[in-house]
């Protein structure tokens, strides 16, 4: 009895803003991915818009990141009610606006007499595991990486205990090394054999198991944990502070530089690893050296409101472009599409701040009021009138 309403540490209001304003710099990414680039567009644009996929990666070291920082010390000894605290945070932060979107969707779909087979995958969020790119992409084609944070967040209690048998900063840093050589490896050994040239929609694609598969994006997670761990235990020393005034702008304008790389587009190095280490550089920089000009930027109140609608923002791009009638610049690159094209992603921009606003943040609360075991949630008194009863 005493365990259950114990009252596990939650520690989610502990925010680095710039950390939250890069997120709607890597949902934009993904947004004009799916757009992709207007006719006549020079061609390091193409390549720069077109690979916004990598904004996929950059989210995926960044909750890493993000989750260490926030809840290692309660789960580095994990109890059941540590645990069950933490599944409910990301449950609540996650499931109500990725159900909204999905149940519009597939309302949407059965109005119009589509087919919504398959819709049951993606309700219980295990759609990223089918070999069929399809059926990955169904409905609404971003959500397949909510279907991988969810396994990452099945993850992180069993990850969290090995990973704080690393104390110390050089420790840390050949575990850093040693997974990002075994994501090199992998993409490596998908080079060798011919099938980083495989289709998207070959199941032996690199695509499929370098970008999309839940297991395989462990290595972008893990290299996320292990910078917090570097950040907590040497990112306050005045040599981090002065290494990350340099590495954060690199890592950034190495980002930006591999994107505009035609040779580097669709390549099995592009669906992880090229974009792994800088964006784990990056996230590092920025959380150690936060006084910097781009830190600053990222930290600024509007951009740090957007980043915190971002996770909206990523689920309702498609539906919203489709809706609006985006995406046309490939066809027509005049200047008056492309403010249309800017007018879109205004729009879309200010839906997802009123989604984040109006149902996000209510529902992430409601939920984890409802769901904690914390004394007087009504799931504790429903137990205590349970064991009173008998």
């Not at 004009?32 to 207007?38: G, I, K, Q, V």
Request: charged residues 15%; aromatic residues 14%.
């Amino acid at each position: 009895m005493n365990t259950l309403n114990a009252r596990a540490p939650i520690h989610s209001d502990r925010r680095l803003p710039a950390l939250t304003g890069l997120r709607i710099f890597a949902a934009v990414f993904v947004y004009f991915n799916h757009l992709s680039a207007p006719a006549g567009a020079p061609g390091f644009i193409g390549s720069f818009l077109e690979s916004g996929y990598c904004g996929v990666t950059i989210f995926f070291v960044l909750s890493g990141f993000v989750l260490a920082f926030n809840y290692f010390d309660d789960l580095a000894r994990p109890k059941a009610c540590s645990v069950y605290e933490f599944l409910v945070a990301r449950f609540a932060r996650v499931y109500p606006v990725y159900l909204l979107v999905l149940a519009f969707i597939v309302l949407n779909l059965q109005a119009n007499g589509a087919s919504i087979d398959g819709w049951w995958r993606n309700a219980l969020a295990i759609q990223a595991w089918d070999p069929n790119v399809t059926n990955a992409f169904s409905f609404d084609a971003p959500a397949w990486s909510v279907s991988v944070e969810f396994f990452l967040y099945a993850c992180f209690p069993l990850l969290v205990p090995v990973i704080a048998r690393l104390r110390t900063p050089p420790q840390i840093l050949v575990a850093a090394v040693f997974v990002a050589a075994l994501v090199a490896g992998l993409a490596a050994w998908f080079v060798a054999t011919g099938r980083g040239d495989l289709s998207v929609f070959e199941a032996d694609s690199a695509h499929r198991w370098l970008y999309r598969t839940p297991l395989t994006r462990l290595g972008d997670f893990t290299l996320g944990i292990l910078a917090a761990r570097l950040f907590v235990t040497a990112g306050r020393r005045p040599l981090a502070v002065r290494v990350c005034r340099w590495l954060t702008p690199l890592a950034a304008l190495a980002i930006v530089a591999l994107m505009a790389w035609r040779q580097l587009f669709i390549t099995a190095w592009s669906w992880d690893i090229a974009y792994a280490i800088p964006a784990t550089c990056l996230i590092f920089g920025l959380a150690v050296a936060p006084r910097t000009p781009l830190p600053r930027l990222l930290a600024l109140p509007a951009i740090v409101l957007l980043g915190e609608a971002s996770y909206a923002f990523y689920l309702i791009h498609e539906p919203m472009i489709a809706y609006l009638g985006g995406g046309k610049w490939i066809e027509d690159g005049s200047l008056s599409r492309i403010i249309f094209e800017g007018m879109v992603l205004g729009a879309t921009l200010a839906f997802a701040v009123g989604l984040h606003i109006t149902v996000e943040m209510p529902a992430r609360k409601r939920l984890r009021t409802w769901l904690s075991l914390r004394s007087g949630s009504p799931i504790t008194r429903l137990r205590e009138r349970r064991v009173t009863a008998t």
